[in-house]
């Protein structure tokens, strides 16, 4: 945390009682959230003067393969068609509601947060921690009528474990993403909520959250092959590209680069990882890619199967890890000489 906070230098700093005296910044404004004052503050939605799409919007850190975390520059425009694309996704209604459980260090907290409050439709809160239980999530689900929620692998599982997730009867929309979506957990969801939609959704930080979707209606079969990320969302562009960034023929296997509306501002004040990562289209003028370092192919259907990554990071509960992160840190402590990281 002072890395990151020294590192973005913000304006301001959010505390309370619980967090005040974590960090030692003695030079950055804090705004004590326990305090009486804040209460007073205006309840409106002031109008900020001067705001450009491609003003920032905020900074998330990843994991980077040197042990130190690496900060995600992502602007309103991003954010913008991110929210756009979800309207699209799951149509608004009156009976809508969504429940936002994710915490703010994990990028899919953006969705749950700006696309409910951009589309007018009730944002009901978990409590803190709330994610890592199945059962309370299941009994918020039916209090509150939820009709979207989304799950990384390992909780869908957890989730539809439980006898009472069946009685989530108010559920339209399941979105998955942070993970492999299997046929079995599709096939099990498909048997308790039948009237439920399943999102399968894929994206890096890089790319605003999401950038591609494959969706698996009510009335459609659950594949017998492995279940695809999809094509991309609103306003983006997938690109599987050989070692000398040329396109390779359908069902070649590649890496997946990704162009378009998501694709964010950059690293921050990493330029050589930037210059690594996002590059000029060659496709398009004055695009950006960014390179994914996940191995895709395209199918007949024009859909993207995942088939793994092009370097050592993995996914746990969802949570990008990089092992090289782990084994750096542990380098650095004086009593070891050598480290491995293993999965």
Known sequence: MQYMVKDSAPVALLVHAGTRNLLDDEHTLRVDLDSSTWDMQRGDNPRVPGLMPNHLAYVIYTSGSTGTPKGVMVEHRNVSNLVQWSSRLCPPTAASALLQKTPISFD?????????????????????????????????????????????????QQFLDLPQSSQCLSLTDIVCGGGELTIALAEQLRKQLPQARLHNVYGPTETTVDCSVWTLEPDQAVPESALPIGC???????????????????????????????????????????????????????????????????????????????????????????????QACLIRHPGIEQAVVLV
């Open 108 to 156: 899919a907290s953006v969705w749950e947060i700006f696309w409910p409050l951009s589309s007018g439709i009730p944002l009901v809160l978990a409590r803190p921690d709330g994610q890592r239980d199945p059962a309370y999530l299941a009994q918020l689900i039916q209090e509150r009528q939820v009709s979207v929620v989304q799950f990384v692998p390992v909780l869908l």
């Open 232 to 326: 991309p969302i609103s306003n983006t562009r997938l690109y599987v590209l050989d070692a000398y960034d040329q396109p390779v023929p359908l069902g070649v296997i590649g890496q997946l680069h990704i162009g378009g509306a998501g694709v964010t501002r950059g690293y921050l004040n990493l330029p050589q990882a930037d210059a690594e990562r996002f590059i000029d289209s060659p496709f398009v003028a004055g695009d950006r890619l960014y390179r994914s370092g996940d191995l895709v192919r395209q199918r007949a259907d024009g859909n993207l199967e995942f088939l793994g990554r092009n370097d050592d990071q993995v996914k746990i509960h969802g949570l990008r890890i990089e092992p090289g992160d782990i």
